[in-house]
Structures are given as structure tokens and as C-alpha cells.
């Protein structure tokens, strides 16, 4: 036990979301600028090899759990291999992968093979007009990605949908029944303010009490459970075997158990998504740092995670986009 990472406040940090790449091919319009150009370069990003040590010092220090983020994860190439890589390292026992599903039906079957065995998709419309305005994508391409990888045998399968006044809080009851006939699980996820996208956005916030009080009214919800150790609190859905995650950064901050850290592609670990912390491991990795000391700067890295973010008091506060932190 005495091994485990705990941060100042006592929280024990087991799980790594970790971005392999602040690039995406969508362009949604809380998330990231239509005309931005800022990314990473090349000779920024960590290797896969930088990648896998990094992790590993993490693996032998109690985290378990690693969720492939981005940007859009697909789009770095060679997915599959990175991915094999982190799946032989010791420790870790949950890999999953966030995605936006534009190319997921030509690299399924590989991360599967690879070790990935869940994911989450983005999906805020089931509408291609409205779709393509919030996303600047194409609708088809994604529910091909969910349909493969539905087939491909990944369970479960979560849906992430931001859900947005005026611009898609009338489809909850649509997303709700596409996910009860494919066997998706729902997950609804409050607008942040983060990075200047994401405040524009904050005219659309809608509090999710409101949408479980609006489903209350025709669908019975049954408080439940689901493991994955992530911060959606579940219902049940009486008479399917639909569950409905409701992420509440804003009208309920969970940052009490909040037991995770990101670590971007530049090498950087944000400590908190709300705010500035962070430590960066490019230098030290760049610099030759053995696997003893770069378990120490592990350690060292974690004791400067914040209390909590601050997005409703300092909604100015994050200026990073989402697609640079790791989503
Ligand atoms: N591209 C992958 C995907 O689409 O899942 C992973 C990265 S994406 C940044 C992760 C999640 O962050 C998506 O579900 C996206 O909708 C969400 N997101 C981005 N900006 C947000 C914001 N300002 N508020 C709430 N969620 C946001």
C-alpha cells in the first residue's frame, strides 16, 4: 500500500488518461477553434517508447487503469502498436479508449486485437445536418465506427453526449432510444468552460439535474452502479437494460474522488482539468532519467494535484483547449 500514489488531499490517483495526440479530425465548436492551428509538432510529441515508460512508472506505483484520449486518438498513427505496448505492462488491468468513431471501422478490430476492450464514443447528434454543425463531420462515418466496433465485440459501449440548450437538448429521449436498441450505455456530460471554446458554449449549459427531472417524468430511473471507475453516477432505466451516466462537473463537482491525472503529448501531466498544475516529464525523459528516478518524479509530480477545479467561481481560468489537455 505504502507505494500507492496519494496527492495532498488524501485521494489515492490510479488512473492516467492519457492524450496521443491534441490533433483531431472533427471540429466541434465547444472544443476546439474551426481555424486553429496551434498543435503540437512532431518533435514535441512523445514516442511510443517515451509513452510506455512513463506509464510504467505510474503502473508500479498503483495506477491500473489508462484511458487513450486526445485530440482525437486515431489519428496518430500506428494506434494499434502503441497500444499493444501498454497493454503488456504490469499493473495496468483496465484500457479503454475515447474516441470520436470517424475511422473506428478501420482500426476495430485492430484495437481489440491490441487490447483495448472499452470504449467511449462522442456523439452529441443523430441528426447529419445538425451533426455536421456542431462537429463540422460526417454522421454516417461514426455510426459505421460504432456499428464495427459493436461488432468487433467491445463492451460495453459508452455513448458521450454534451448536452447543449437549443442545440441538441431536444434529442435526449432520440439518444436514449438508439442506445436501448444497440446496447449502448448513455452518458450525459455538462458543458465546461474550458479554453475560450468552452466558455462561448457556456450560453447553452444545461444543468443535467433538470434532464434527469425531464426523463423522471416518462422513463422510471432506477440509482445504480457501474464500474469504471470514472465520475458518471448511474440510473437504470426500468424495464431495459439501458444505464444513463450523468457527469456533473458544474452543477455537481465530484472532485472529492477524483482519482485520475492526464498526461498530455508533449509529456506534460496536467494534475487537474480545471487548472494550471501540471509537471513535465519530456525534459527529464529527453535528458536520459533512469526508472528509478522517473518513479520518483511520479511521486513528486502528485503532490502538486489541486483540491478542485474552479469553473464555476474562475470560469476565465482555463485557457488551454480540451483537445490539449486530453478530453
Ligand atoms: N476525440 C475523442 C472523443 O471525441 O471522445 C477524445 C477527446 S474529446 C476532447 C473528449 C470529450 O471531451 C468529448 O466527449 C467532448 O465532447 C468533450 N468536450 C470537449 N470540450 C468540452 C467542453 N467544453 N465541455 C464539455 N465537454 C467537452
Redesign the pocket.
Known amino acids: 500500500m505504502s507505494n500507492q500514489l496519494i496527492d495532498p488531499f488524501g485521494r489515492g490517483v490510479e488512473y492516467i488518461r492519457l492524450s496521443v495526440t491534441d490533433r ?1 479530425d472533427l471540429r ?1 465548436f ?2 476546439l477553434p474551426g481555424d486553429y492551428r496551434d498543435f503540437q509538432e512532431p518533435e514535441e510529441w512523445l514516442t511510443f517508447d517515451e509513452i510506455e515508460r512513463i506509464i510504467r512508472a505510474f503502473a508500479s506505483l498503483g495506477v491500473q487503469r489508462l484511458r487513450v ?4 486518438p486515431l489519428v496518430r498513427k500506428n494506434l494499434p502498436a502503441l497500444v499493444t505496448q501498454l497493454s503488456g505492462i504490469s499493473g495496468i488491468e483496465d484500457l479503454s479508449l ?3 468513431a470517424v475511422s473506428l471501422a478501420r482500426q476495430a478490430e485492430d484495437l481489440k486485437t491490441a487490447g483495448i476492450s472499452r470504449i ?1 464514443v ?1 456523439l452529441d447528434s443523430l441528426r447529419p445536418e445538425r451533426f455536421k454543425d456542431i462537429t463540422r463531420g460526417n454522421l454516417d462515418k461514426v455510426i459505421n465506427g460504432l456499428m464495427t466496433a459493436k461488432a468487433a465485440g467491445f463492451s460495453p459501449i459508452k455513448i ?1 453526449m ?1 448536452v447543449m440548450k437549443g442545440v441538441n437538448d431536444d434529442e435526449i429521449e432520440d439518444m436514449l432510444e438508439f442506445c436501448i436498441e444497440h446496447d449502448f450505455t448513455l452518458r450525459f ?1 455538462e ?2 468552460p ?1 479554453g475560450d ?2 466558455r462561448s ?1 457556456a450560453s447553452h449549459y444545461v444543468s443535467l439535474q433538470d434532464v434527469k427531472d425531464r426523463l423522471s417524468e416518462r422513463y422510471q430511473l432506477i440509482p445504480g452502479v457501474m464500474p469504471g471507475g470514472g465520475p458518471a453516477r448511474y440510473v437504470q432505466v426500468a424495464g431495459t437494460s439501458l444505464r444513463i451516466g450523468f457527469i456533473t462537473p458544474i452543477s455537481q463537482h465530484f472532485c472529492e474522488t477524483c482519482n485520475r491525472v492526464r498526461l498530455a503529448v508533449d509529456g506534460t501531466l496536467y494534475l487537474c482539468l480545471g487548472q494550471d498544475h501540471k509537471f513535465e516529464f519530456r525534459p527529464l525523459l529527453r535528458a536520459g532519467i533512469s526508472d528509478a528516478d522517473l518513479q520518483e518524479a511520479a511521486r513528486t509530480a502528485i503532490t502538486l494535484k489541486p483540491e478542485r477545479h474552479e469553473f464555476r467561481e474562475k470560469p476565465q481560468q482555463v485557457v488551454r483547449f ?2 490539449r489537455t486530453g ?1
Not at 69 to 72: A, I, K, L, S
Request: glycine share 16%.
Open positions: 483531431c466541434c465547444y472544443c484520449t486526445g485530440g482525437e475515447s474516441t470520436n467511449n462522442s458521450n454534451v456530460i458543458t465546461m474550458v471554446t468552452g458554449a480540451m483537445a478530453g
